[in-house]
């Protein structure tokens, strides 16, 4: 698939990102959580890895079912990456597989 053509594809794709005073975020269209810890949250989601950078953070919700999660503390920043998420294994799968 062409780099426009996955573009497309990522356009019809629901993602969604909300942040309140950078203090509150919920991300939608999450598929599964990378790794986490009070400074950095990677999530692969429905437009690739998205890591979220901060201090105090944690995750107050997490629901995959409905693909979404809800952090709280201080964000300085998001960042999507373009690596292809299907070669990552499960945070969970690691642990138990």
């Given at each position: 698939?062409s780099?426009?053509?996955?573009?497309?594809?990522?356009?019809?794709?629901?993602?969604?990102?909300?942040?309140?005073?950078?203090?509150?975020?919920?991300?939608g269209?999450?598929?599964?959580?990378?790794?986490?810890?009070e400074?950095?949250?990677?999530?692969v989601?429905?437009?690739?890895?998205?890591?979220?950078?901060?201090?105090?953070?944690?995750?107050?919700?997490?629901?995959?079912?409905d693909?979404q999660?809800?952090?709280?503390?201080y964000?300085?920043?998001?960042?999507?990456s373009?690596?292809?998420?299907?070669?990552?294994?499960?945070?969970?799968?690691?642990?138990?597989?």
């Amino acid at each position: 698939m062409s780099r426009e053509e996955e573009r497309k594809t990522n356009a019809n794709m629901a993602q969604t990102v909300i942040i309140k005073g950078r203090e509150h975020i919920t991300v939608g269209g999450v598929l599964d959580v990378e790794s986490f810890n009070e400074n950095e949250i990677q999530l692969v989601t429905e437009l690739g890895l998205l890591t979220i950078i901060g201090e105090s953070m944690h995750i107050s919700r997490l629901n995959l079912d409905d693909g979404q999660l809800v952090v709280e503390g201080y964000f300085a920043a998001l960042e999507y990456s373009d690596q292809d998420n299907k070669k990552h294994g499960s945070l969970f799968s690691r642990f138990f597989g």
